[in-house]
């Protein structure tokens, strides 16, 4: 298991797609992670929205520190999304809790909001322990 917040931070700077996009680790425990983001122009699709994209991999950034706490490795074998209403901040904050950590299983909620305080998108996701 890491053992604070600055270990999880070292160790997910190595996702490279995470990182081009902005994304930090703000809040961890062994029960959930806090990430967020500042949007910029490209972020953003041809109506000026925020891109679903966008707001999938944040949610899909925090499930995955979430269910990577104990250094086993977890993949996605199930994802959902659920998009609310539109983002009006300039952050997406998003927050991972723990449902369920069984032996090979476990299940993460996620919720996406704007720096409003706009509840943008929920998010459940179930991985698979290697």
Not at 4 to 28: H, K, M, P, Y
Not at 60 to 79: C, G, R, S
Not at 115 to 124: K, N, S, V, W, Y
Request: glycine share 8%; hydrophobic share 40%.
């Amino acid at each position: 298991m890491f053992k604070d917040l600055e270990e999880v931070r070292v160790f997910f700077a190595q996702d490279t797609f995470a990182s081009a996009n902005g994304i930090t680790v703000e809040e961890w425990s062994p029960d959930g992670a806090v990430c967020a983001m500042t949007l910029r122009d490209d972020h953003r699709n041809a109506v000026g929205g925020v891109m679903g994209g966008v707001i999938y991999t944040i949610a899909d950034f925090a499930f995955a520190v979430a269910a990577n706490t104990d250094h086993n490795p977890t993949l996605a074998i199930t994802a959902n999304i659920s998009f609310l209403t539109t983002v009006k901040g300039t952050r997406l904050i998003a927050r991972s809790r723990r449902i369920k950590s069984g032996r090979t299983t476990s299940v993460y909620e996620v919720s996406v909001s704007d720096d409003t305080g706009r509840e943008i998108a929920l998010f459940t996701g179930t991985g698979y322990k290697l």
